[in-house]
């Protein structure tokens, strides 16, 4: 499942590059996987430069893929207003 995962992920990549420029060399990684009964869910990225991650859901039932592309804009860490006294 994860191999297929990988391969969905990796030919959107491919399919997305400009023709006019020559095809980098990247990976293709999971980030976190789970799984639920007979469904799959990924979250995927790639060795690019790009900001971009994958998510991945596989529904056991209707042997279907559901495929979401995001883009990171950033990432902050907001401190916590609780504090532990003293």
Same mark, same amino acid.
């Given at each position: 499942?994860?191999?297929?995962?990988?391969?969905?992920?990796?030919?959107?990549?491919? +399919?997305?590059?400009?023709?006019? %420029?020559a095809t980098p060399e990247f990976d293709v990684y999971t980030v976190w996987k789970c799984t639920?009964?007979?469904?799959?869910?990924f979250l995927i990225s790639s060795s690019l430069y790009?900001?971009?991650?994958? +998510?991945?859901?596989?529904?056991? %039932?209707?042997?279907?893929?559901?495929?979401?592309?995001?883009?990171?804009?950033?990432?902050?860490?907001?401190?916590?207003?609780?504090?532990?006294?003293?």
């Amino acid at each position: 499942m994860e191999n297929k995962a990988l391969e969905i992920v990796r030919a959107y990549i491919k +399919e997305h590059f400009d023709r006019s %420029d020559a095809t980098p060399e990247f990976d293709v990684y999971t980030v976190w996987k789970c799984t639920a009964l007979q469904n799959w869910k990924f979250l995927i990225s790639s060795s690019l430069y790009d900001g971009m991650y994958y +998510e991945l859901t596989y529904n056991g %039932d209707k042997h279907e893929w559901y495929f979401d592309a995001y883009k990171k804009f950033e990432n902050r860490c907001i401190p916590s207003v609780e504090r532990k006294e003293e």
